[in-house]
């Protein structure tokens, strides 16, 4: 099926089989490989993307259902110069640890302080973590950058911390 | 995931028309499409619902709550009308999986599906909900047939889920750590007549607990209280006299929310 969607800002015209999922077409087919696989049963998260502004597991959205979505994928946060500040906020705090689940931490970070505002408390942070898994289990990190990264996506234009 | 053809219709009609052979209905996908890549499940065609406009409206009608089938639970969590009439549906559908699962999954494919640890079906039946469908309607207490199993008919697609308003409701669940889906679910209504309890994840499958519902009826005390039944699950994640404990401590919890 030929599907358009806005993918990293710009207009995208997916044609791939019924059966595609968005990690396998951002994968496989444009080399996007940002977004990562880790359980491919929905679990765990590392395949995180924006949908619309919401976060959703790549690995469990079929491309042919995307008809007219703005979907955006970490490449589409930030370049190398310029981060995006959650992705700031994830070198900061030393976040990343070995990088597996962080394109899905980042994702779900933004979709925290998009609905939480600059100051979401740690327990708002770890709840609305439960759906993404870190097997090097440093939570503590992660809820640091996202804090940071909260405050720095609502900074007036200008001041970073 | 074997291969299938997608269709999206933009209408009821020619979505019950697309259905012949090997077909399921698709909304939020977020059983359905794991299902799938675990190659227990293979269809042929598979009908997208999220094309149909106005599916997926909530509004009060009267002493009614009416939810649209392909609802988002994130969206049935922050809805105005849903805080003020239902609120325990709010806190119901904000305690669903993770932010993700909420994000996709919809209120129409959970009671659809009818997963025996599912949230949605003790709302339904615990608000003595009425289930419409492409072709006419459901109560819940008709609806809900065990394990995965619905009145919904081959090709029949279920539009939205009429809730009553009652006089208070509350919701208190046990989740699996890991899945998030109910150990023990008590979903617990009061309405001029008496109460009604519903228990999900406990049992087989959705079903009232009268035993209780006699019990808040008559003013008595829940201390104590338990799950006995011919019909709790018992599986690796808990036995079935856990399970049935857990429905006693999850049904004193609801009570005590019930203001």
Known sequence: ?161 | MHPFTLIRPKSLAEAGNAFRGDAAFLAGGHTLIPAMKARLRAVETLIDLTAIPGLDGIAREGDHLRIGATARHAKVARDAAVRQSIPALATLAGGIGDPQVRNRGTIGGSLANNDPAADWPAAALGLDAVLETSQGSHAAEDYFQGMFATALADGEILTAIRFRVPQAAAYAKHPHPASRYALAGLFVARFPEGHRVAVTGATMGVMRWTGAEAALDTGESLEGLSLASDDLASDIHASAEFRGHLAGVMLRKAASELV
């Open chain 1, 1 to 161: 099926m030929r599907t358009t969607f806005t993918l990293n800002g710009e207009a995208h015209a997916a044609d791939a089989p019924d059966e595609t999922l968005l990690t396998e077409y951002l994968r496989d087919t444009l080399g996007l490989t940002g977004t990562h696989i880790g359980c491919d049963t929905s679990q765990c998260g590392a395949c995180n993307v924006l949908v619309d502004g919401e976060s959703a597991k790549a690995c469990t959205l079929l491309v042919a259902t995307l008809e007219g979505a703005r979907v955006t994928t970490i490449e589409g946060l930030g370049t190398e110069a310029h981060l995006h500040p959650m992705q700031a906020a994830f070198r900061q705090a030393h976040g990343s640890q070995c990088g597996f689940c962080t394109p899905g931490m980042v994702v779900a970070g933004i979709a925290i302080a998009e609905r939480h505002g600059a100051e979401p408390s740690e327990e708002v942070i770890r709840h609305e973590l439960e759906g993404n898994l870190c097997r090097c289990t440093g939570y503590q990190h992660i809820v640091e950058a996202i804090r940071i990264g909260a405050r720095a996506m609502h900074a007036p234009a200008g001041e970073t911390e």
